[in-house]
């Protein structure tokens, strides 16, 4: 079976450093006027029982299954790859940006340089092209990132989804997203 790759955000683990976003940056050359991925931090907010906490919410694309800026691109520059990966074909792409208004994660930029949309590819021209876990998994202080194939039941992404209460953003939508949360225990659940 094709390997699907997917990745789980733990929002109990996170810490908000942002080493990730600086390593995704450096390891894929994104320049500083946009980002492949962002770590929000909400708060402080305060408990009922009085104590404090911060929320931190990863923004990224999160790999769609049925992926709404595939289905809208007219030229297939926008494709999804054998395990899964939502790509950009950056040498058919005509510029005209409908992959980005269709996108329901707000993923996706024009790259400064090539003006063609860039996003997260989980590193496949990096770092998992020389068969490395991606850069933001690899620096994650807390390991509150794990990256895998969601089809392998011994991977350690299916182990941790076979075990925990995860979800993903705006799963009402029917994108499939291979995108795991482990909710924040102290906060809400985010839709
Ligand atoms: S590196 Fe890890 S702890 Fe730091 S912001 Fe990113 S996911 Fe959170
Ligand atoms: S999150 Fe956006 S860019 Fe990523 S696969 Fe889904 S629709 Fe495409
Ligand atoms: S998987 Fe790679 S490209 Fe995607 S956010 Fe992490 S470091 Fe950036």
Redesign the pocket.
């Known amino acids: 079976m094709a390997k699907k790759y997917g990745m789980i955000h733990d929002e109990n683990l996170c810490i908000g450093c942002q080493a990730c976003n600086i390593a995704c940056r450096s390891e894929n050359d994104i320049p500083e006027s946009v980002y492949r991925l962002q770590v929000w931090v909400n708060g402080p907010k305060k408990l009922a029982d009085g104590n404090m906490v911060f929320e931190y919410h990863r923004q ?5 299954d049925d ?4 289905k809208v691109c007219p030229t297939k520059a ?1 494709y ?1 790859d054998e395990n899964g990966i ?1 790509l950009v074909n950056v040498d058919l792409c005509v510029g005209c940006l409908y ?2 208004a ?7 930029y024009v790259h400064p340089e090539h003006k063609a ?1 860039d ?2 590819t989980f590193c496949k021209e990096s770092r998992l092209g020389r068969g490395e876990e991606p850069a933001c998994v690899t620096v994650c202080p807390t390991d509150a990132l794990v990256f895998g194939d969601i089809n392998d039941p011994k991977s350690k992404i299916s182990k941790v989804l076979s075990q925990r209460v995860t979800y993903r953003q705006k799963a009402h939508l029917g ?1 499939e ?1 291979k ?1 795991f949360i482990v909710p924040n225990k102290k906060g809400g659940v985010q839709s």
């Open positions: 990224s694309c999160v790999h769609c992926t709404p800026c595939v926008s999804i939502s992959c980005n269709a996108c329901p994660y707000d993923a996706r949309p996003k997260c994108t997203p995108m």
